[in-house]
Nanobody
Framework: QVQLAESGGGLVQPGGSLRLSCAAS????????VAWYRQAPGKQREFVAI???????NYADSVKGRFTITIDNAKNTGYLQMNSLKPEDTAVYYC???????????????WGKGTLVTVSS
């Protein structure tokens, strides 16, 4: 059974950095694309970043130049490096990934349970 687990959230001051991780467990044949979404209190979940095969990436305008998404396929883990954090980055961050469990299986979409990032002085 495939599961995604985020980690790395916490409290950080404005201007600080955090690195979120998204680890997939279970039988994994292919682990991409991988994306990050976030949901701030009282707001809808929004797209943050996505990484696909071949190194292609895309970012929300609000995080361009500050956040970097990467995938380590050997570890079946995705990362979101967040620099120059702002109070408006405060949210629960969710990992989203498309995973094949073997070469014959369908690609399935998975979500993690989220990790809280709080940016405050």
């Amino acid at each position: 059974q495939v599961q995604l687990a985020e980690s790395g959230g916490g409290l950080v001051q404005p201007g600080g950095s955090l690195r979120l991780s998204c680890a997939a467990s279970g039988s994994i044949f292919r682990f991409n694309p991988v994306a990050w979404y976030r949901q701030a209190p009282g707001k809808q979940r929004e797209f943050v970043a996505i990484a696909a095969s071949g190194g292609a990436t895309n970012y929300a305008d609000s995080v361009k130049g500050r956040f970097t998404i990467t995938i380590d396929n050997a570890k079946n883990t995705g990362y979101l490096q967040m620099n120059s954090l702002k109070p408006e980055d405060t949210a629960v961050y969710y990992c989203n990934a498309y995973i094949k469990t073997d070469y014959r299986s369908d690609t399935m979409e998975y979500w993690g349970k989220g990790t809280l990032v709080t940016v405050s002085s």
